[in-house]
């Protein structure tokens, strides 16, 4: 069908349409009751057994995150995620029910979250998981997606090292690996190279890469759902610390400012007159000794508040009827002025 006119240009909305609903399982491996088990798309299985030998294809840029809301769920459920992400960043736009902004921050992503009902150790809440894409002989023309939970991790590890040992040259990538069972203990899987795969099972691989199909299954396509910012924290200025430094303009070198103003030591008193003090003395320069402490302010870089002729504080704004020079000034003024006495200014 062809698109009509009327309708090209419209914005694509097909992603939020299924945001936050899930998304649907791709081929993948079940280990479910310690039995291998390939699922197709479709849903349909194929049981096979206690080991599995597959070639790996393709593995994921990030650690997979799993969260179940109901600590009593299993790996036999069928109960969807509340919260996962293979992005490396936070909660994937398709997850149902998002627990944090991002993976960092979430309390469900710390151990001890979680306490393990098979062995009573502290655990994370959000499951870590590496996720694989492998070949399978039998079935060269589908990829799948194989989970590797925490369990199994130091197998896998073990496993990764063993291969580079098998041949010069050799890695976990080229060889084909046998997948089974710890004894005893559910859900852990071990690993061990057993040949390298065949011709057919390789250029299955090859193609699988060269398609790009196994990017879905590692999570390369996943990204964080868009959370909106933790909100801004105002940051309040420190009061100036009176034992810091500061600069003087003067000198151009840091210079201290002590708490309390300097006082001079007293030297011998002399008999005289006392020296008459001028009305007003010059302000010591910035970062030196004054000899008395300065009058408090109301603020930093503020003058002290006026007070109004009835002693009740000035009003807010300014003053209507502001008092004028006493006459004395005045006639000073006047004078300095030429204004005659009793007369207009400029009379």
């Known amino acids: 069908m062809t698109l009509p006119a009327y309708l090209t240009g419209v914005p694509d909305i097909s992603e ?15 280990i479910r009751g310690n039995k291998f088990t390939l699922v197709d798309g479709a849903g349909n299985k194929k049981v096979l057994g206690d080991s599995m030998d597959f070639l790996l294809a393709d593995i994921g840029d990030h650690i997979g995150k799993m969260y179940f809301s109901n600590p009593d769920w299993t790996p036999d459920s069928d109960d969807p995620p509340d919260c996962w992400s293979t ?34 150790a502290s655990i994370k809440a959000c499951r870590d998981e ?29 496993h990764v090292e063993e291969c580079k040992a098998v041949a010069q040259g050799a890695h976990v990538a080229v060889v084909l690996t046998r997948a089974t069972f710890q004894e005893d203990v559910n859900g852990t899987v071990v690993f ?3 040949s390298y795969p065949d011709q057919g099972t ?31 924290v105002q940051q309040i200025a420190a009061p100036l610390n009176p034992n810091s430094t500061g600069f003087n303009p003067q000198q151009g070198q840091p210079v201290a400012i ?22 007003a003395e010059a302000a010591p320069a910035f970062g030196g000794a004054s000899a008395a ?11 002290d508040a006026p007070t109004a002729p009835n002693g009740q504080g000035a009003p807010f704004g300014i003053a209507q009827n502001p008092p004028g020079p006493s006459a004395e000034i005045q006639a000073s003024l006047d004078a300095a002025f030429g204004k005659p006495a009793g007369g207009a200014f400029g009379q």
């Not at 011998?268 to 007159?273: A, E, M, Q, V």
């Not at 402490?293 to 003058?303: E, N, V």
């Open 16 to 30: 939020k349409a299924v945001t936050g609903i899930g998304t649907a399982l791709p081929p993948h491996v079940s």
């Open 87 to 120: 992005n490396g960043v936070g909660p994937s736009r398709d997850a149902i029910n998002p627990q944090a902004r991002t993976c960092a921050e979430c309390p469900n992503n710390v151990r001890g979250s979680r306490v393990s009902k098979m062995s009573g």
């Open 130 to 158: 590496i996720l694989l894409a492998i070949v399978h002989p039998q079935f060269p023309n589908m990829v799948f997606q194989f989970k590797i939970t925490p369990g199994s991790f130091k197998n896998w590890r073990k």
């Open 192 to 194: 061990k190279a057993v």
């Open 202 to 232: 390789w250029e299955a691989r090859t193609k699988a890469l060269a398609a790009k199909a196994t990017d879905a299954l590692v999570g390369r396509l996943d990204r964080p759902r868009e959370l909106p910012a933790p909100a801004a």
């Open 258 to 279: 002590s708490a309390q103003p300097a006082v001079p030591t007293e030297g011998p008193k002399k008999r005289g007159p006392k020296p008459r003090q001028p009305a």
């Open 293 to 303: 402490p300065a009058p408090a302010t109301m603020a930093p870089f503020r003058p």
